[in-house]
């Protein structure tokens, strides 16, 4: 008899990560929080689908991109031949469908979404192959003083979420014609300093310089540092422009510093660039970048509409609140309810109902099929659980048709156990609970900060 061979176990994709439970919490309250900063803006949600047409963002991010160049999970559709990319960012995916439905046909649009993003990029901490952006576009505004509410609105999330030491770096990259005459004086400053330049910039030196500009070669830096800065090409509608900006910024008491080398990777942009640049993740410091990105709607094909926006990488961030002590210590629920007995049982299905129609979250115990569990093998699940209050239903409990409720976590009442009406736990727990907590009621169920 052949021995039957036990399956190899399957992994997950490297580089795509496993959000488990026991982090769940602390997105959820990212999730909320940036949600909840978004409408206080006045943004609308929009979900785009994570697979575009390759030309999306061969078109709209251009083709000289790091992105686009060796990142992008591209792939034919065996199906029909159709060129299809799984999206490595969500600005051109957001522009497409703006365009596609006349979004803008009432007036400009403040658009967020939120999801995963897809980059071949070799992993390590703060840079996976599947990660997670938020992003914010701000579609047919054509002033400074969208860039500065974007950014102020990013200010305003970071000081939500308890996050200090996150920087602003501001520049402007200004319009199409100033960026050529600034091109040719970089192009003329790199060939004079060849021999400094590494492969990468080699190869850029033709397709991409800006991009040059933006090395982290540090035998690079003091060249890189002294070649004609973008800022001194602008014209006076960019500086103008930018100026504008800052003066909002500046009169907000929002700080910021110039960084005239900052690019940003796509090729969409003009004008304003920003990031948001922390030294608590290493080398991944960059936790949100955004700017102004007029020409993109045309280069969809659509009339002149000029736009800005911002993403954020909800990882990075996350990180940043670990680091900031941010603990969401996870609740599975309210009550765990214990029981011992067919009848209880039956009983305890009729009471957690009864505490889910008051608001409650309950875990009710369930079994193996064929043994009952102990009280002490109950209880112990119950304490694991993190529930602020026990309920035990027993025979004798069902015979006085009472419940024996014992408080979990609180400071007064922990260990206590009381004997409750049956009809009046839900009332008595809701009581407990809420009253108990200095937060509103709706915080109480998953956050204890
Ligand atoms: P980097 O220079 O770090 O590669 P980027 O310029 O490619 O960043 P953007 O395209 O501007 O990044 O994306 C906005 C944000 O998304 C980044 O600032 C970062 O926080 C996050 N991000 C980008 N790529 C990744 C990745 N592979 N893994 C995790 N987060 C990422
Ligand atoms: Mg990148």
Same mark, same amino acid.
Request: glycine content about 8%.
């Given at each position: 008899m052949s021995e039957i061979k036990k399956p190899e176990k399957i992994v997950g994709v490297k580089g795509m990560n496993d959000i488990l439970p026991s982090e769940a919490p602390l997105w959820e309250l990212f999730e909320n929080t940036v949600q909840s900063v978004l409408k206080s803006y006045g943004f609308q949600q929009i979900r785009t689908p994570i697979v575009e047409p390759t030309a999306v963002f061969a078109r709209g991010l251009g083709t000289v991109t790091d992105i686009v160049e060796k990142e992008m999970y591209s792939f034919v559709d065996s199906m029909n031949g159709d060129h299809l990319t799984l999206r490595p960012e969500s600005t051109a995916g957001v522009v497409r469908a703006a365009l596609e439905h006349n979004l803008t046909y009432d007036g400009p649009k403040r658009l967020w979404y939120a999801g995963p993003m897809f980059r071949h990029e070799r992993p390590q901490r703060g840079r996976y192959r599947q990660f997670h952006q938020v992003g914010a576009e701000a579609i047919g505004f054509n002033g400074p003083d969208i860039d500065a509410e974007l950014i102020m609105l990013c200010q305003r999330l970071w000081d939500d979420l308890g996050l200090e030491n996150i920087r602003l770096e501001l520049n402007s990259i200004g319009d199409a014609d100033e960026r050529l005459r600034h091109r040719a004086d970089l192009i003329a400053y790199f060939e004079k300093h060849k021999d400094s330049l590494d492969a990468d910039a080699q190869r850029r030196l033709y397709s991409n310089p800006l991009r040059i500009l933006d090395t982290k070669n540090p035998t690079m830096q003091a060249m890189v540092n002294e070649a004609p800065k973008l800022l001194d090409y602008l014209g006076d509608e960019s500086r103008a422009h930018f100026e504008g900006v800052q003066k909002i910024l500046r009169h907000s008491n929002i700080p910021f510093t110039i960084n005239p080398r900052l690019v940003r990777g796509m090729d969409y942009y003009n004008r304003t660039v920003f990031e948001w640049?922390?030294?608590q993740l290493g080398s991944q410091g960059t936790v949100c970048g955004g700017g102004r990105y007029d020409p993109l709607v045309e280069i969809f094909g659509g009339k002149p509409t000029p736009a800005? /926006? *911002?993403? %954020? /990488? +909800?990882?990075?961030?996350?990180?940043?609140? =670990?680091?900031? /002590?941010?603990?969401?210590?996870? &609740?599975?629920? $309210?009550?765990?309810?214990?029981?011992? /007995?067919?009848?209880a049982q039956l009983q305890a299905f009729v009471l957690a109902e009864r505490l889910r129609d008051a608001g409650l979250d309950v875990v009710l115990h369930c079994a193996s099929a064929n043994?009952?569990?102990?009280? =002490?093998?109950? %209880? =112990? =699940?119950?304490?694991?659980?993190? @529930?602020? *209050?026990?309920?035990?239903?027993?025979?004798?409990?069902?015979?006085? &048709? +009472?419940?024996?409720?014992?408080?979990?976590?609180? @400071?007064?009442?922990?260990?206590?156990?009381?004997?409750?009406? *049956? $009809? &009046?736990?839900?009332?008595?727990?809701?009581?407990?609970?809420?009253?108990?907590? $200095?937060? $509103?009621?709706?915080?109480?169920?998953?956050?204890?900060?």
């Open positions: 640049v922390t030294d800005c /926006g *911002f993403a %954020m /990488g +909800v990882e990075r961030l996350l990180e940043l609140m =670990k680091a900031a /002590g941010e603990q969401a210590r996870p &609740n599975q629920c $309210d009550v765990y309810l214990v029981h011992l /007995g067919e009848q043994a009952a569990s102990s009280l =002490k093998s109950q %209880m =112990k =699940k119950a304490d694991a659980s993190g @529930a602020a *209050f026990t309920i035990i239903l027993g025979e004798d409990e069902v015979a006085r &048709n +009472v419940a024996s409720v014992k408080a979990m976590r609180s @400071a007064q009442h922990e260990g206590g156990q009381v004997s409750i009406e *049956f $009809d &009046n736990v839900a009332e008595y727990l809701v009581d407990q609970i809420v009253g108990a907590d $200095d937060h $509103d009621h709706s915080d109480h169920i998953h956050y204890h900060p």
